[in-house]
Nanobody, 124 residues
C-alpha cells in the first residue's frame, strides 16, 4: 500500500515559481512510476508530468514543457514538481499519483494511488 501526501501549494503571482512536494510511504518506492495531474474548477483532471522509478525518463504535457520540471529523491521517498514562469491558467488542484510499472504513463486511469491534492493559485 502506498500513501501520498502533497504539500507546497499556495498563491503565487504570474511569472513566479513554486515547488510542490509529494511524500510517499510504502516499500520499493523506486519501482513506482510517479505522476502529477491537475484539475481546475469545472474541468477534467489532466496530466502534467510523469517520471519513471529511477528517474531516467520523464514526460510532460505540452502546456508545461519548458516551465515545469518533475524530479524524485528515492532516498527520501519524495516526488517534486518545480513550477517556473507560472501562468493564471496553471491554477488548479495538483495531485500526485503512483503506479507500478516502467512507462511514464500520461493516463490517469493507469495510476492506482493518489494524494489528496494541493491548491495552486496563480494571480495575474
Amino acid at each position: 500500500q502506498v500513501q501520498l501526501v502533497e504539500s507546497g501549494g499556495g498563491l503565487v503571482q504570474a511569472g513566479g515559481s513554486l515547488r510542490l512536494s509529494c511524500a510517499a510511504s510504502g516499500r520499493a518506492w523506486n519501482m513506482y512510476v510517479m505522476g502529477w495531474f491537475r484539475q481546475a474548477p469545472g474541468k477534467e483532471r489532466e496530466f502534467v508530468a510523469a517520471i519513471t522509478g529511477l528517474g531516467s525518463r520523464t514526460d510532460y504535457a505540452d502546456s508545461v514543457k519548458g516551465r515545469f520540471t518533475i524530479s524524485r529523491d528515492n532516498g527520501k521517498n519524495t516526488l517534486y514538481l518545480q513550477m517556473n514562469s507560472v501562468k493564471p491558467e496553471d491554477t488548479a488542484v495538483y495531485y500526485c499519483a503512483a503506479t507500478l510499472g516502467r512507462i511514464a504513463t500520461t493516463v490517469a486511469s493507469a495510476y492506482n494511488y493518489w494524494g489528496q491534492g494541493t491548491q495552486v493559485t496563480v494571480s495575474s
